[in-house]
C-alpha cells in the first residue's frame, strides 16, 4: 500500500517563504513522477508542478513559475517544493501525488497524500 505524507504547510505573510515536503513509503510506481496540486476553498484543485524520475524534467503551471522550485530526492523517496515570494492567492491545501508522467492531468496520478494546508496572509 503506497503512503504519501505531506509536511511544511503552516501560516505565512506574503512575500514569504514555504517548503513542502512528500514522503512516499511503500511500493510505487516503477520511476514514478511526483507533482504537486493544489485546493482553494470553493475552488476545484489544480496542477502546481511535477518532476520525473531523474529529476530532468520539471513542470509549472503559470501561476507559479519563477517562483516556486520542485526537487526531490530518490534515495529518500521524497519530494520538495520550495515556495518564495509566497501571495495570498497561493492560500490552499497543497497535495502530493505519484503518476507515470510529467504532465499536468490529473487523471495520471495514482496515487494522493491527504494534503498540507498552506495560509498566505497580507
Known amino acids: 500500500q503506497v503512503q504519501l505524507r505531506e509536511s511544511g504547510g503552516g501560516l505565512v505573510q506574503a512575500g514569504g517563504s514555504l517548503r513542502l515536503s512528500c514522503v512516499a513509503s511503500g511500493q510505487t510506481l516503477s520511476r514514478p513522477t511526483m507533482g504537486w496540486f493544489r485546493q482553494a476553498p470553493g475552488k476545484q484543485r489544480e496542477f502546481v508542478s511535477a518532476?520525473?524520475?531523474?529529476?530532468?524534467?520539471?513542470l509549472y503551471a503559470d501561476s507559479v513559475k519563477g517562483r516556486f522550485i520542485i526537487s526531490r530526492d530518490n534515495a529518500a523517496d521524497t519530494m520538495y517544493l520550495q515556495m518564495n515570494s509566497l501571495k495570498t492567492e497561493d492560500t490552499a491545501v497543497y497535495y502530493c501525488a505519484v503518476g507515470r508522467t510529467v504532465v499536468s492531468r490529473e487523471s495520471n496520478y495514482v496515487y494522493w497524500g491527504q494534503g498540507t494546508q498552506v495560509t498566505v496572509s497580507s
Open positions: 518532476i520525473g524520475y531523474s529529476s530532468v524534467a520539471r
